[in-house]
């Protein structure tokens, strides 16, 4: 059973770089044609998606998001990794890591990890 | 980046059947993508439920019950969720989205089960 972890800062200060991890255990992050992903969710509201990247490096970001955000793979730890910079509060929110499967399915989540944006 | 338009709240009793709506915009052809349904209970992530593009190309979660479906309304531009003898622990909020060029999400839907 795959399982996915997020782990990182919980407090980020305006204008600095949120960097969070997502772990991932139950498998390679390199088998099978997957994705993974980020998406975030404000407390009380909707989703947002992030962006995605695959084993190879390719990514594809969020247009609203793409000029602060970064997502990287590490496969040797099985992990990826998500920064954006010059956060706001506009950013704080829960973040959570999922794996893309199969027809686009996000079919593993994290349980997300709240961030917050405050001096 | 396309808005996908849920109602925000609906209610059934349990036992009933809801329908839930996601409206694309006018520019974007229902027919032509997979809509894809998650649920979410408060504390969780989301969970996801199914995804349909036509009776013959859908898929279910994993454990998802079959009184989960999916369908289109070509004529209004909109998919549907719909859930059938509701039952209290459908109480959640649904979220719909596509896939066009990058993932959009509706704002979701909260299921009131009285």
């Known amino acids: 059973q795959v399982q996915l972890q997020e782990s990182g800062p919980g407090l980020v200060k305006p204008s600095q770089t949120l960097s969070l991890t997502c772990t991932v255990s139950g498998g390679s992050i390199s088998s099978g044609s997957y994705f993974w992903s980020w998406i975030r969710q404000p407390a009380g509201k909707g989703l947002e998606w992030i962006g995605r990247i695959y084993t190879s490096g390719s990514t594809n970001y969020n247009p609203s998001l793409k000029s602060r955000v970064t997502i990287s793979v590490d496969t040797s730890k099985n992990q990826f990794s998500l920064k954006l910079n010059s956060v706001t509060a506009a950013d704080t929110a829960f973040y959570y890591c999922a794996r893309v499967g199969y027809k686009g399915v996000f079919d593993y989540w994290g349980q997300g990890t709240l961030v917050t944006v405050s001096s | 980046q396309p808005v996908l338009t849920q109602p925000p709240s609906s209610s059934a009793s349990p036992g009933e059947s809801a329908r839930l709506t996601c409206t694309l915009p006018s520019d974007i052809n229902v027919g032509s993508y997979n809509i894809y349904w998650y649920q979410q209970k408060p504390g969780s992530p989301p969970r996801y439920l199914l995804y349909?593009?036509?009776?013959?190309?859908?898929?279910?979660g994993s454990g998802v019950p079959s009184r989960f479906s999916g369908s289109k309304d070509a004529s209004a531009n909109t998919g549907i969720l719909l859930i059938s003898g509701l039952q209290s622990e459908d109480e959640a909020d649904y979220y719909c989205?596509?896939?066009?060029?990058?993932?959009?999400f509706g704002g979701g839907t909260k299921l009131t089960v009285l």
């Open positions: 989205m596509i896939w066009p060029s990058n993932v959009v």
């Open positions: 349909y593009y036509s009776d013959s190309d859908k898929g279910q």
